[in-house]
């Protein structure tokens, strides 16, 4: 059964419609990518996904149930955003814990064992204690990713999550999203991106997408070799 099922959904800011009808399947465990250009409405899909903005018409399904109208907190969403956007007056320890407080019956032992299981996935434990301002960016965005890992979400949403950091610290956050899936079973993972390495790397399959419509669907290999289009060809870097 698909994790995340889409089934012509449309989203229309005023007169102005920005998705126009997309159709998308996200297995269980999946990697998905998705890119294309500035403006095609990426953000805009994920931010329907997680029930941020609502849709204007079609059907959105999680494990095969209609979640058209379910509130962001109930949809087992973790959404990690380009600017890690931290508690300033936070230690690194309360970011994490912070989320789990709110729920309900979580006793201060579980909280613990939760916050250091996913610092210690994300090597950031001696930093626990720190401030956010006490962090380099690379540290920073890993404490975000773990504030969602805390809430052992289902499906974790990415938009853009390495594009403030610099080259080398691109390469070693990268790997660590690429573990962190590995290692959590059955979790699935949608990540939009502008760097074609961090698609081809991480993605079991790549949705490109262009104004608001999906132009293909497919594996890197299978965009690498066979794009429909020169518009794929020239986000997958192939060269038709
Ligand atoms: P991407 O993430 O692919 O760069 P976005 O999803 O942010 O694209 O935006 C897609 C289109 O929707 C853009 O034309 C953008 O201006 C428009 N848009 C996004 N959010 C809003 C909003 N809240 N109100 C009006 N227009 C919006
Ligand atoms: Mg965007």
């Known amino acids: ?8 959904i449309r989203k229309a800011f005023g007169a102005v419609e920005v998705i126009k ?11 998905m990518v998705f890119v294309g250009p500035s403006g095609c409405g990426k953000s805009t899909l994920l ?3 997680s029930g941020l903005e609502d849709i204007t018409s079609g059907e959105m399904l999680f494990d095969g149930k209609v979640v058209n109208a379910l509130a962001p907190s109930k949809r087992g969403i973790a ?8 508690y300033p007056h936070m230690t690194v320890y309360d970011n994490m814990a912070f989320g789990l407080t709110l729920e309900k019956g979580q006793t201060k032992d579980a909280i613990r064992q939760r916050v250091e299981k996913a610092a210690e996935m994300l090597q950031i434990t001696p930093y626990l204690d720190r401030l956010p301002k006490q962090l380099s960016g690379g540290q920073r965005q890993r ?5 969602a890992i805390t809430r052992d979400p289902k499906v974790f949403l990415f938009d853009e ?27 699935t993972m949608i990540y939009v991106t502008h760097d074609q390495v961090e698609a081809m790397t991480l993605a079991d399959r790549i949705c490109v997408l262009r ?7 497919g594996s890197p290999m299978e ?9 794929v060809a020239g986000f997958i870097g192939s060269p038709k």
Do not use: C, W
């Open 47 to 49: 931010r329907l996904i």
């Open 223 to 231: 965009l690498y070799e066979k794009p429909n289009s020169v518009f």
């Open 21 to 31: 009808g997309v159709d998308l399947e996200v297995r269980k465990g999946e990697f």
């Open 211 to 217: 104004d608001g419509l999906i132009e293909q669907v």
């Open 1 to 8: 059964m698909a994790s995340i099922e889409l089934r012509n």
């Open 143 to 147: 404490v975000a990713i773990g504030r």
């Open 161 to 187: 999550p390495l594009s403030n950091l610099d080259a080398a610290l691109r390469v070693a956050t990268r790997i660590e999203i690429a573990k962190l899936h590995e290692e959590m079973d059955n979790v």
């Open 79 to 86: 959404m990690v955003f380009q600017s890690y956007a931290l």
